[in-house]
């Protein structure tokens, strides 16, 4: 069985990995670092949780370990999809960099540019960087590019769904033509394969198993709900999920809740807490401070419940976690076993609660089909009844689906972090309603009710 220290990895990079208590290697670990470390271009096609990170991370470290930055041009550059996944990277480049002199900056979106530009100003060995907050940086002259010599793509296949290739194209361009590259993806989809042919120079391919089962320390269940009318789906569901929880009790200690919109993600959050739930919300539209904050108040306790968009949550690595709910059903098979896959770890046990409707079917064939298994049925909570409020017909910004007053992306990473839907997608029917104005009032009149309906702060979703 091959160990790390059989590698030829930098002593003082072993050093770091037993410290922090790796022996063994993962298969993409040890497939991929001795070509590494031979200068040959990888891809690699892996999971999230196969160890992919350190995979790169390793040996980008020891052949960097001679050298030295210059103010402007770092060494090598890190791309990743979202800010929680570049933050990560980050994070496992200190754990194994801290014996040696390496220095790193991380570029993303949600933090000042003046601190950024300090870091850069001064001369970084790595750049670990999304990729609208790194052409920020380069189109406001602030770093040079050519002297990349090793260049990271982490996650190409969220890069296609979030709309980021173009952006990734061009920044290839922009690195010097003898760089080393490390690409990795989940998928090879048509344009990820032109991407690595165009890019990349006979790269070793190590592909890894893909991930289609469950920990066997994870409790499924899965919760039907025919809504009794389709624009109050959400409403229905929502008044579901907090009986579920309820029923859950004691047992449920903490829980990541996910749904597969950020409006649905604020909605979600918004709604628990109005009925006395404490939860908090994670996406892309968020500032960084607020969900590292959002994060460490999950991490240490004060937040129960974190509601989180499957993008916001990549990366995400906190042990202990007794329930994760989807509130909706995800649309790619994958995303289900990542999702559930962030309860029971470290050998503790955990609970999966799915919430689907009849809409959901194609969905939970796909998943059903990736686990070789049916996921086991279980009943609504006793005496749960959808209440008489989620009968009747929704107001008018509950039928589009989507209130006003949400919050505008604020940089490029931002408004490009919306996945790409499916092609065979199917778009739900919006209700449309036309109201004539209505005329104007006598001054002497009294308000008209709707003008003092739209002055009334609009309450919490149920």
Known sequence: MTKFSDL???????QA???????????IQAGAIPHALEGRDVLGIAQTGTGKTASFTLPMITLLGRGRARARMPRSLVLAPTRELAAQVAENFDIYAKHTKLTKALLIGGVS???????IDRGVDVLIATPGRLLDHFERGKLLLTGVQIMVVDEADRMLDMGFIPDIERIFSLTPFTRQTFFYSATMAP???????????????????????TSETIEQRLIELVPTRKDQTAKQKRELLRAVITAEGAACTNAILFCNRKTEV?????????????????????????????LDGFRDGTVRFLVASDVAARGLDIPAVSHVFNFDVPSHAEDYVHRIGRTGRAG??????TIATPSDQKYLDAIEALLKTAIPRSPAPEGFEISEAARQPARREEARGKGRGEPRSRDRD???????????AEAPMTPFAVTEPAPAAPAAAPQPETARAEATPRPAPA
């Open 414 to 424: 931002d408004r490009r972090s919306r996945p790409v839907k499916p092609h065979d």
């Open 348 to 353: 503790l046990s955990g609970i999966s609660i």
């Open 266 to 294: 604020d909605i979600l959050a918004k709604s628990m807490r109005a009925h006395g739930l404490n939860a908090s919300p994670i996406h892309g539209d968020l500032e960084q401070s607020q969900r590292m904050k959002t």
């Open 191 to 213: 344009e990820i394969e032109r991407i690595t042919k165009a890019f990349l120079q006979n790269p070793a391919r190590i592909e890894v198993a893909r991930q289609a089962t």
């Open 113 to 119: 540019f003046t601190e950024q530009d300090k870091l």
């Open 17 to 27: 990995v037993a410290e922090a208590g790796y022996e063994i290697p993962t298969p």
């Open 8 to 14: 030829k990895l930098d002593p003082r990079v072993l």
